[in-house]
């Protein structure tokens, strides 16, 4: 019973996780389409160059306890509130430092806009320290349903102001506040749902306790951010914010697909590999099939939105953006593997090796900024740091396998195995489609004929194989239908 009970909590939490990141990221696509068409490279690559440091304040701010106490399995309401009361008083201090600091991060990019801008933008992310409880007791629970109304009834509302704001030539100062908008009501929501009411006692005995844990899953996180971002951060440095703006455009829409299928694993990877226990055999069957289901989204959705890149680019967000779609091709194929790395290091996570995760995440980092400096300084052009970029992406998987290995013994032939059929069918579908449909001009067309071609070739194919995880989707499908 609790096998099954599990498996149906797991398939919910996939299900409702589908939903949630699919409508986020058809919802992000829809705002990203009509803010692109009406804003500059100049205006995105503004934001660009702060994104990383706002991410990597929300990495300080969450200080890794919130995966600490996904990982506790006895979390008190003094766990709960002392992580609160702690992310404040750290969110009020790093909002203070980058305030001052403001003025030199213009200086840096040589843009004084940024002086004002960055002290506005920041306000985000002092904001989202108030919700970082709440959604660690929401995940913590799989509680996906309540996850995805949240995050869509907040899109929804920052969106609709980030375009207000955009076509009262606002600019950039919309696209800040879409962001500060989103944050808010996310913290609201979350409150709602959560159930849960902070008290005015803080104890630093929890902190102390998950600090071990939770100080390895900051620095891990902070290098995440760093290595997501970096090329924001570069770029913004030794080239000019157009061309921040073009890769910035590009890697948006590599990262909106990627993170549809990484916001599934995330929100049930780890509570799912926790539950299970020490039990190695049913932690192989639960990652196996898991990786199986991974590799049956994410080839198809990251390789097809490579092949349709040039004409979803000029359809969608005018011409002017047709520089970032070859960027975005090589992004999106490193980006199919990006899913997958988030599964394996969710059951390293779930094993209490945050040190592990965090040394490879470093490593990986310190890769990807030593091959970008070295593709510059010899004379490399953005495309050879974004395709060397890729090729890191796709190769650590490798790395993360071996410490996998280390702590279920899954062999790496058997991941393959899971894995490869997918990526065989999916490049073979783009590629039958990519030629099945070369003869068409129109780029409406060809978008939407691309996209009509590939669906049933590669469903068609993995029917005719009879592939087992089709079969228990198709399943699950109809019987909540039913």
Not at 113 to 121: G, K, N
Request: hydrophobic share 50%; with cysteine; net charge positive.
């Amino acid at each position: 019973m609790p096998t099954t009970n599990l498996k149906e909590k797991t398939a919910k939490g996939f299900f409702w996780g589908a939903l949630n990141n699919g409508a986020m990221q058809m919802l992000n696509a829809v705002f990203g389409i009509v803010l692109a068409r009406e804003l500059t490279q100049g205006d995105y690559g503004l934001i660009g160059m702060l994104t990383i440091f706002t991410l990597i304040a929300n990495s300080l701010q969450d200080s890794g306890f919130v995966t600490a106490l996904t990982n506790k399995r006895d979390a008190t309401h003094t766990d709960y509130n002392s992580v609160f009361w702690f992310n404040i008083g750290i969110s009020s201090c790093l909002y203070c430092l980058f305030f001052f600091c403001a003025p030199l991060l213009a200086a840096f990019f040589e843009e004084p806009i940024l002086t004002d801008l960055s002290r506005y933008y920041f306000i985000g992310f002092l904001i989202a320290s108030f919700n970082i409880v709440p959604r660690a007791i929401l995940f913590r629970q799989i509680k996906q349903r309540e996850l995805a109304i949240m995050s869509v009834v907040s899109l929804l509302t920052s969106g609709t102001v980030g375009i207000i704001m955009v076509y009262n030539d606002m600019a950039y100062w919309g696209l800040a506040t879409q962001t500060i908008t989103f944050n808010l009501m996310v913290s609201i929501l979350s409150w709602y749902f959560a159930k849960w009411k902070p008290t005015f006692h803080f104890s630093m005995q929890p902190i102390r306790e998950m600090f071990g844990f939770s100080s390895k899953m900051l620095i891990t996180n902070i290098f995440n951010q760093v290595n997501n971002n970096i090329f924001s951060l570069v770029l913004g440095k030794i080239y000019t914010k157009v061309e921040v703006g073009t890769y910035t455009q590009a890697n948006k829409w590599n990262t909106m697909g990627a993170s549809t299928i990484t916001g599934m694993v995330q929100g049930v990877a780890q509570p799912t590999f926790v539950e299970v226990g020490d039990d190695p055999e049913r932690l192989r069957r639960a990652f196996s099939k898991m990786l199986r289901f991974t590799s049956f989204i994410a080839f198809p959705v990251m390789f097809g939105l490579s092949l349709v890149a040039p004409e979803f680019i000029v359809t969608l967000i005018k011409e002017k953006w047709l520089p970032s779609a070859h960027l975005m091709q090589i992004l999106c194929i490193g980006g199919a593997f990006l899913p997958i790395a988030t599964l394996y290091f969710n059951l390293i996570i779930s094993r209490g090796k945050s040190d592990v995760y965090m040394w490879n995440i470093i490593a990986q980092g310190c890769s990807i900024l030593g091959t970008i400096l070295v593709v510059y300084a010899f004379g490399g052009s953005t495309t050879h740091m974004v395709i060397a970029y890729s090729a890191i992406v796709i190769l650590w998987v490798g790395i993360w396998h071996i410490f996998l290995h280390q702590e279920i013994r899954y062999p790496f032939f058997s991941a393959l195995k899971d894995m490869l059929p997918f990526l065989v069918i999916a490049a073979t579908t783009m590629v039958v489609t990519y030629f099945a449909t070369s003869w068409i001009d129109s780029a409406p067309l060809l978008l939407i004929s691309r996209i009509l071609i590939a669906i049933p070739i590669y469903l068609g194919i993995l029917r005719l194989f009879g592939a087992k995880i089709l079969k228990e989707c198709i399943g699950y499908l109809t019987k909540k239908k039913r």
